[in-house]
């Protein structure tokens, strides 16, 4: 990407100091803070901005932004979102300045209480020659307008912030990798060795049980020989989570933890949850997608509808199948609630979507119990 050369010595001072200062940065958030706060010192703007375009839709996935202050950013309705004079950015390949927004005929205003703005620059940040997203400044300080040699030192800030982000997306890429292979080790360790070895204990324990008459010294044994099955299934959970998944991907059990966390705000407590089985190797994103939507839905209606205390959510994988299992000490099942409700009824077409079944009864004790189960496709 061609600029002007920058020719007051002062600000090629800056500027290089700027990039020096970005090129420390080896975390990618870190980094394009950095990359904002150089932005308006450099051109000595009040506002600056980098809007990061979500590579499939072309919408913005991430804004950082400084110059705000907390109060104005609990004031403005919403965020930009990439229309008007922001999508121009993303389209020209040199410094877009204006120098007043409000009389621009791209512009389609901005979201309410949010500050005046009227004089403006922006420049694509470009990774590989694709447009990574655009850093703006609004409101020159010390003048009416932005500069042309604002736009070049900009422009030159931009290219150095491309290859900055480039650089923390490998080093992330690196250290993700890194402990990807830590917990496969981890994960080794702890099938060949401690499971092993309270294997051998169990049966080390059950062979004696004919040797031993007393009943209460049998009761411990039998407790103790439990104790250790369990604890080899708890460990062989954690190893099925230790397993490292494709880069990019999201584990589905963080995601259903993270779900249950959300849902404090409605239920007024946080579920209970447990975990058996290969989760997040076995359970496809397609999957995982449809669990995600029932869990969300079931968490819903025990919050609207059931009055409970305790919500338990019970996740199983074994013999290739998912078992998803919401359990409360609620009410019970409301009027209404029957084949006809349209909540029930969508988790019911998602489980004969994916060949399995659903239902939803009364619990042992008290509250309901729901029931969601399908088949995996092995990989």
């Not at 407790?223 to 990019?248: K, M, Y």
């Not at 994988?317 to 998912?322: C, S």
Request: proline share 5%.
């Amino acid at each position: 990407m061609p600029y002007r050369k920058v020719s007051d010595p002062r600000r090629l001072q800056q500027l290089l100091e700027a990039v020096l200062v970005l090129e420390a940065d080896l975390d990618l958030d870190a980094a394009l803070r950095h990359i904002v706060e150089e932005a308006r010192q450099l051109v000595n703007a009040r506002y600056a901005a980098l809007a990061i375009i979500e590579r499939d839709s072309g919408r913005l996935a991430q804004f950082v932004h400084v110059g705000f202050t907390p109060g104005e950013v609990d004031r403005i309705d919403h965020l930009p979102r990439g229309d008007g004079i922001l999508g121009m950015i993303f389209d020209t390949e040199h410094p877009l300045r204006i120098a007043d927004l409000t009389q621009h005929p791209a512009s389609v205003g901005f979201p309410a209480h949010h500050p005046a703005m009227r004089s403006f620059i922006g420049v694509p940040v470009l990774v590989h020659g694709e447009v990574f997203g655009n850093l703006y400044l609004t409101e020159k300080i010390d003048a009416a307008e932005f500069s042309e040699e604002d736009g070049d030192v900009l422009q030159a800030l931009a290219q150095a912030a491309g290859i900055v982000v480039d650089n923390a997306r490998m080093h992330a890429k690196v250290a993700e990798l890194g402990v990807a292979a830590e917990r496969a080790r981890i994960a080794h360790d702890l099938h060949d060795t401690v499971i092993q070895r309270l294997f051998a204990t169990g049966l080390s324990l059950q062979s004696t049980i004919r040797q031993i008459h007393a009943p209460e010294a049998l009761r411990v044994i039998h407790t103790a020989v439990d104790d250790l099955d369990d604890t080899i299934r708890q460990i062989r959970t954690s190893i099925f989570a230790l397993e490292p998944l494709p880069i990019g991907r999201r584990s589905p059990r963080t995601r259903v933890l993270e779900l249950c966390a959300e849902s404090v705000r409605s239920l007024g407590f946080e579920p209970s949850v447990s975990v058996s089985g290969p989760i997040d190797t076995e359970v496809s994103e397609h999957v995982a997608g449809h669990m995600l939507a029932v869990l969300r839905e079931a968490l819903t209606n025990v919050a609207r509808h059931a009055h409970a205390n305790r919500v338990h959510v019970g996740l199983v994988v074994a013999e290739h199948r998912l078992s998803l299992t919401v359990t409360d000490d609620g009410i019970g099942l409301p009027p209404g609630s029957g084949p006809a409700s349209r909540g029930l009824t969508n988790m019911a077409e998602r489980a004969k979507m994916l060949g399995g079944s659903f239902t939803i009864a009364a619990g042992a004790e008290s509250g309901t119990e729901m029931n969601f189960e399908v088949p995996l496709v092995t990989r």
